[in-house]
């Protein structure tokens, strides 16, 4: 079954700093969200990538899935305390009976320092 | 909108205890999922439904049951609660291919 992995799992920046956590797939993605997690609540749905190539902004997060639609990087640029929280990828894949299993990565936990 | 909601957001159990926590939906979305998230093992699946009346399994099911005789509500039982159960869970629901909408989480402790 398709997995998804996640790198770093932790990451400390200084506010200001630019920032790229990574997610691989080892099959092909047909679909690859990305999520926020704060502590003690739900996961937030930032975006969602599907062509290969493609590139989404929203304020300072930039995410891209690449050509060949198993990788996919999350970018922010200068980072503040409110980027600081647990960033999860995840993915659809179908199944035979039509329906979607939905895959997550294990996430990346950023600590942005003020 | 209140998307999905959690009910409830926290609450302790002594081991052998029996609870059940409900997960609402108000986008009429057909499928609703059941994940715990542990530290380190990310969020696993332990039942899904594709509709109203139909549950499945997920990866991580046992010591849990599930209903879903209402479209909008997904219910999910403990028997009889085990220290291991202790996670925070959370319900999810989408219409298809779509992102998943989480609700904010139970925070569930076993003693």
């Known amino acids: 079954s398709q997995e998804l992995e996640q790198s770093p799992q932790s990451l400390i920046v200084q506010e200001g700093k630019n920032l790229t956590i990574n997610c691989t797939s080892s099959k092909t993605l047909y679909g690859l969200y990305w999520y926020k997690q704060k502590y003690g609540e739900g996961l937030i749905f930032l975006m969602m990538?599907?062509?290969?190539?493609e590139e989404k902004s929203h304020e300072k997060i930039t995410a891209k899935l690449d050509e060949k639609k198993q990788q996919s990087s999350l970018h922010i640029t200068a980072s503040q305390p409110s980027h600081a929280g647990i960033y999860l990828c995840?993915?659809?894949?179908?199944?035979?009976?039509?329906?979607?299993?939905?895959?997550f990565g294990t996430g990346t936990r950023l600590k942005v320092l003020a | 909108n209140a998307g999905v909601t959690q009910t409830p957001k926290f609450r302790v159990l002594k081991t052998g205890q029996s609870m059940t926590l409900l997960c609402a939906q108000d986008m009429n979305h057909e499928y609703m999922y059941w994940y715990r998230q542990d530290p380190g093992m990310g969020l696993r699946l332990i039942h899904y439904?594709?509709?109203?009346?139909?549950?499945a399994k997920g990866e991580v099911p046992d010591g849990y049951n599930v209903s879903r005789l209402k479209k909008q509500n997904f219910l999910l039982g403990l028997e009889s609660a085990a220290p291991s159960q202790t996670s925070v869970y959370f319900c999810?629901?989408?219409?298809?291919?779509?992102?998943?909408?989480f609700g904010d989480g139970t925070r569930l402790s076993i003693l």
């Open positions: 990538l599907q062509k290969g190539g």
């Open positions: 999810a629901s989408t219409s298809g291919r779509q992102p998943q909408h």
């Open positions: 995840g993915a659809a894949e179908p199944r035979n009976s039509g329906t979607y299993k939905y895959i």
């Open positions: 439904s594709v509709g109203e009346g139909t549950t």
